[in-house]
């Protein structure tokens, strides 16, 4: 089948902060709504029934959920074409891995705070039986598809880490695979919080971390790690609005999913944020999710959507759960003003 080459041309370069919140607290509710243990979940009747007010009773904060939700917003940022995002990402891939292709995408490999659902957010045929991991050797790359499910196996019991290739040994320690479709070729890659929490692994090619600010934020191989660290900008971009989209998610959550005080959210643009949400408490949080995608930032580029599905992978006596997400294809930045 003939793949369609689109050049897709950056329409702005920065947006309204309203939108731009909203864009990025969406993956953030997402992330805390599967960071709740299976047990609470199941009492309430499902993720697709928790309510947002009641993710503010069930959800309770730890450690890690800032840097799972930074997983979710960096996956979501890919999908939808997040310009200072992808183009970094594209570059890393193309320039320091040598993947090559058009088309980028990105597979979310998550968990939820328990560990016991494991979610792959991909198009139903977004992986194929030739699809393939390049770990930057010399050889054949190794299926990727029928390696995820022996991953997700490695990430339960040390013993079945064993059962994979040595060159991608580690890759159940990745939280996406990035790649391009039309080439059908991706790589591993971890996203860490904090840049301190990098380990390299057999079959990582990738470390997005975030950029310090006022510190450079160069694209560059780390041969202690053979990790190709990716930093993602902070001043006045990407990582500035997700911290502060992440300062709201909590607030309002604190505030049992009501608008907080002035003292809480000083900004005008975060209490306007906050109102979305405090409109919809009494919705499931999914379905605020997708209310939310109409008053979110505009996709930077312009660009054609195709459908995409999310997939619970499957746990012992449960059945995969199916859902929509849209992803865009790679940038040509704007140039002049």
């Known amino acids: 089948m003939a793949i369609q080459l689109r050049l897709e041309v950056q329409r702005q370069a920065v947006a309204d902060e309203v939108e731009a919140l909203t864009a990025v607290v969406r993956p ?26 009641m993710l503010s009773r069930l959800h309770r904060p730890g450690d890690g959920d800032c840097g799972l939700c930074f997983e979710y917003a960096v996956h979501d940022a890919i999908s939808r074409g997040e310009a200072t995002v992808l183009e970094r990402i594209v570059d890393a891939m193309t320039r320091y891995c040598h993947v090559p292709g058009e088309e980028s995408a990105s597979i979310l490999f998550g968990a939820e705070k328990s560990g016991g659902l494991r979610l792959i957010d991909t198009a139903r045929d977004r992986l194929t039986d030739d699809s393939r991991i390049l770990v930057g050797r010399a050889g054949q790359p190794p299926k990727l598809k029928p390696r995820l499910k022996m991953a997700m196996e490695a990430m339960r019991r040390h013993e079945a880490r064993e059962l994979l290739p040595w060159s991608i040994r580690g890759i159940w320690k ?35 971390v975030p950029n310090r600010e006022g510190a450079k934020d ?62 919809r408490r009494e919705f499931p949080v999914v379905e605020v999710i997708k209310a939310l995608g109409p008053l979110a930032q505009p996709e930077l580029l312009d660009s054609t959507q195709r459908d995409a599905a999310v997939v619970d992978a499957p746990i012992r006596g449960t059945k995969a759960a199916q859902g929509e997400t849209a992803v865009l294809e790679a940038p040509m930045p704007r140039l002049g003003g």
């Open 174 to 208: 990745a939280d996406l695979f990035v790649g391009f479709t039309d080439t059908d070729r991706w790589v591993a890659t971890t996203v860490k919080i904090n840049p301190q929490g990098l380990e390299a692994a057999p079959g990582l090619r990738i470390g997005i």
């Open 28 to 53: 953030i509710l997402e992330g805390l709504l599967y960071s709740l243990k299976r047990e609470v979940v199941e009492e309430a009747g499902g993720y697709e029934n928790v309510k947002l007010k």
């Open 218 to 279: 160069t694209i560059r191989h780390d041969e202690g790690r053979n990790l190709v660290i990716c930093p993602i900008p902070h001043d006045y971009a990407f990582m500035q609005i997700f911290y502060e989209g992440w300062v709201v998610a909590r607030q309002f959550l604190y505030a049992d999913a009501k608008v907080p005080g002035e003292a809480f959210l000083p900004r005008p643009p975060e209490r306007q944020v906050a109102r979305y949400l405090e409109d």
